[in-house]
């Protein structure tokens, strides 16, 4: 082959490494495959040499864990120093010369202190508040802001692990309680609207409420006193005027309770009286068993022993016609004493359909129970809307109620009916009693007719201290004193003689007058454990009845000096004594 050029050879196509190459080695000529001259690339570079070549690339430079791109200037581009917590892997972080961080991690960016550990000021934080976790730990300190994107923002008072303390700053504009420590006064500035026609003037002399067209207003001042327009103007005299008429005079303000006049006129008195005053009786249906046969207990306040604190469910039965009875509830006795008149009641609460596809509404009755059971009917309410939501709602029924007198010893009695909606399948529902959304009638009675403790103390009063297992019973005050003397045995006074008696501890004779005879006794309306004392002083020893036993650990009698006798009362044929001597 005839000799040609390297640069008259054809171009050749993507090497792979086998194709030979003739290479002078020590003189001599020999092959190598191109592989063989690949393998001896990757002397040493530096990053000069490379970019020099190029200083672009399609792949991402990746820096190990603490360095980045240092700057002539000794600052630097990296990975955060600690990490926020957040997710965001330390983020990425510029860092002066000196030293001081601004971190970018999870959305957020951070102003951090000369070291990178921990955060001055925390910014763009969303709308998420910091919380007790927000410590030291993560690089908290007291001082530390934190911002949220509309501008709220927290300072740390507490870095306390686990226990951090964030307090809501003010963003600059001061609380009113801020402006008014720092002065009570506006310098005789008025206070304006911000469309500037509304004002407030107020000094130690007059309030002015001023509309600045003078339509409408109010100002109060020594002098006067006026509500623009068509209201009332009173003039520093003793008139209200309205439109320039006199409507009133100072004499016409009522100073005591019987000028004040009552509207609903009773027919005896236009005054107002007790009766005029309204009382909020609620009743609260239970699931409790009364003391009277099918009826449950309905009481009054929901502290009542028997409220069901816990709410209940009580299902209604599947309502299949009109007026169906779904339950009875009783009252106790005197919860109204006298006669009410004429008012509304309410009953509102909670109430869940559980199946049917057909509807029901709902109304309740209200009796008068005798002590005898005899039950009158006081009013029937007017139906609930049909209910028909499958999760708890609330219903209202009302009625007016108006009866006579009622005694201290009736009782209320409610009724509950529903009344099946024709169509679809018979439903079956649930009132909720008891819990913090009850069942519950508003009877709203004047307070004549609310039982006072005087009443009440009336119908329960009892004239002994027997138990009789109602806890309402309250004996009278001549009972109780009758019976603490009797178990006392207090003594109304000394007494004299030395025939004995064991109705209360009793002293006979005295220091002066001693006793001097015989000691007997009684067992007449003798009480076990009365004991008697005997100052007694005779020449001679006196004698003891029959069945009147000397204690073994007792003294002997000593005569011409004063003794005293001491006698307890065990049964008529057991009277135990001892003698002692005063020193």
């Not at 309740?364 to 939501?389: A, C, D, M, W």
């Not at 219903?395 to 169509?423: E, Q, R």
Request: charged share 10%; net charge negative.
């Amino acid at each position: 082959m005839a000799d040609k050029r390297i640069t008259e050879l054809p171009s050749s196509v993507t090497l792979d490494g086998t194709e030979i190459v003739p290479i002078v080695q020590g003189g001599v000529t020999s092959q190598a495959t191109t592989q063989d001259i690949a393998d001896l690339g990757g002397g040493s570079q530096d990053l000069q040499s490379v970019t020099d070549a190029g200083n672009t690339t399609t792949n991402d430079i990746q820096f190990d864990a603490g360095v980045g791109i240092l700057l002539d200037n000794t600052s630097r581009l990296r990975e955060g120093t600690i990490d926020a917590g957040y997710g965001g892997a330390k983020g990425i972080a510029q860092i002066c010369a000196v030293g001081y961080e601004l971190k970018w991690e999870s959305g957020s960016l951070y102003v951090m202190d000369g070291n990178g550990t921990h955060i001055r000021h925390t910014l763009y934080n969303f709308s998420s508040v910091p919380s007790i976790t927000e410590d030291i730990n993560k690089g908290f300190l007291v001082g530390t802001r934190w911002s949220l994107d509309n501008g709220d923002s927290y300072v740390c008072t507490d870095n306390s692990v686990g226990a951090a303390v964030w307090v809501l700053q003010s963003n600059g504009v001061p609380t009113l309680a801020q402006v008014l420590a720092s002065g009570l006064q506006t310098g005789g500035n008025p206070i304006i609207s911000d469309d500037g026609n509304q004002s407030i003037y107020v000094d130690n002399t007059y309030i002015s409420l001023d509309y600045a067209a003078g339509t409408r207003g109010i100002i109060l001042s020594p002098t006067e006193t006026q509500i623009y327009g068509d209201i009332i103007q009173l003039n520093g005299s003793t008139s209200v005027t309205r439109n320039g008429v006199e409507i009133a005079t100072v004499n016409d303000i009522p100073t005591k309770t019987s000028d004040l006049i009552n509207d609903g006129d009773n027919g005896v008195s236009h005054f107002i009286s007790l009766e005029d005053l309204p009382s909020n009786l609620i009743l609260y249906p239970t699931n409790v068993a009364s003391g009277i046969s099918t009826y449950y207990k309905l009481v009054s306040s929901i502290t009542d022993v028997n409220y069901n604190t816990v709410a209940v469910n009580i299902p209604t039965g599947t309502i299949v016609a009109s007026n169906q009875f779904i339950a009875g509830l009783v009252t106790s006795a005197g919860l109204i004493v006298g006669n009410p008149g004429q008012f509304n009641i309410t009953t509102i609460g909670n109430i869940q359909k559980l199946s049917g596809s057909g509807n029901a509404e709902f109304y309740f009755e209200i009796y008068k129970r005798t002590s005898g059971g005899v039950e009158t009917l006081i009013t029937t309410s007017g139906v609930t809307l049909p209910v028909v939501n499958t999760g708890y709602a609330e219903f209202s029924a009302s009625a007016l109620w108006n009866d006579g007198t009622w005694l201290i010893t009736d009782y209320i009695v409610m009724k509950f009916y529903g009344n099946h909606i024709h169509g679809g399948s018979n439903p079956t529902y649930q009132f909720q009693f008891g819990g913090i959304t009850p069942v519950r009638t508003l009877v709203p009675l004047p307070l004549t007719v609310i039982p006072n403790i005087t009443s009440e103390l009336l119908v329960n009063k009892q004239n002994s201290l027997t138990v009789d297992g109602t806890g309402v019973k309250y004996p009278t005050v001549d009972t109780v004193n009758s019976n603490l003397a009797l178990k006392l045995n207090i003594a109304a006074a000394s007494t004299t003689g030395v025939a004995l008696t064991f109705t209360t501890d009793s002293v006979y004779g005295s220091i002066a007058t001693p006793e001097t005879g015989n000691i007997t006794y009684s067992s007449t309306s003798a009480n076990i454990g009365v004991t008697n004392i005997i100052i007694h002083n005779n020449s001679v020893a006196p004698t003891f009845a029959t069945n009147m036993k000397k204690l073994s650990g007792s003294g002997t009698y000593t005569i011409s000096v004063v003794n005293y006798i001491y006698v307890t009362y065990i049964n008529s044929t057991e009277v135990i004594y001892a003698i002692s001597q005063r020193t």
